[in-house]
């Protein structure tokens, strides 16, 4: 079976041809120590070699569709993360610590080396509300959680996913650590991305959003939505982004 190659948590649109040179340098490395990577990274569920009866643990048990039974030209990330030809891809801990960490091998860490809020292998979520809604904030040096907890009280608060560290798990344990929860805010609106919740709270529509370090610096850069929000506040500094496989790779090939 073909093996599959994915970069998909930073793969936006504008940024296609930067993931491809990304991508060209990680699998030149592959290759060198003796792995047939891909050639192109994976990028749709019909590029994904199909599993009949589905993907299975080692026990027999189902754990995710087979790829061609899924809408061909989307990505479906938890197929991908679990599939038996998966040599590398990016995930994130909140799925890795919600069961997916039993399913596959952690491969390294991302890299968040000269974005704001971030720290070699370390990453924060930026608070963003829209501008005039909340004084600009900075990331504490010692990566420590500053959250306007009084500015964020009855707030409608845009997420990506329920699994999401950075954009849900993240913020939910910090408030936790001051005695509160995630009651604090008027509703909770599930948006599907990052993206979507900046451009949900520039709209109006939600309030306030958390948005992992790396892609605040990207939105800034490509989303005209993001000059409309200023950071207010900044979750706790954590692991980043991690790099899974269905093989056990060796650690230097993520210097």
């Not at 998909?8 to 340098?25: H, L, S």
């Not at 792995?35 to 048990?61: M, S």
């Not at 950075?166 to 609106?189: N, P």
């Amino acid at each position: 079976m073909k093996l599959v190659a994915a970069l998909p948590m930073y793969d936006w649109p504008e940024r296609r041809a930067a993931v491809d040179a990304q991508w060209a340098g990680m699998r030149d490395r592959f290759r060198l120590h003796g792995y047939e990577a891909p050639e192109y990274l994976t990028r749709r569920n019909a590029d994904l070699p199909a599993v009949p009866g589905g993907i299975r643990d080692a026990a027999g048990t189902l754990i995710a569709p087979d790829p061609a039974t899924l809408p061909p030209e989307e990505l479906d990330l938890p197929a991908l993360w679990r599939h038996p030809a998966l040599l590398i891809a990016q995930a994130c801990w909140g799925p890795m610590e919600l069961g997916l960490g039993a399913q596959v091998r952690f491969a390294g860490q991302d890299d968040y080396t000269g974005t704001e809020g971030g720290d070699g292998a370390f990453y924060s979520s930026a608070l963003v509300m829209r501008r005039g809604e909340g004084a600009m904030v900075a990331p504490a040096a010692d990566g420590k959680a500053n959250l306007p907890v009084a500015l964020m009280r009855q707030k409608r608060l845009a997420f990506n996913s329920l699994d999401s560290m950075s954009g849900y798990l993240a913020l939910q344990r910090d408030l936790g650590q001051t005695g509160e929860t995630l009651d604090l805010f008027a509703s909770l609106i599930r948006t599907g991305g990052h993206r979507e919740s900046i451009s949900a709270v520039a709209a109006g529509r939600a309030d306030i959003a958390a948005i992992d370090c790396k892609s605040w610096a990207l939105a800034q850069r490509y989303v005209e939505a993001a000059s409309a929000l200023v950071v207010v506040g900044w979750t706790g500094r954590r692991k980043g982004l991690p790099f899974i496989s269905a093989f056990e790779l060796p650690s230097h090939l993520f210097p």
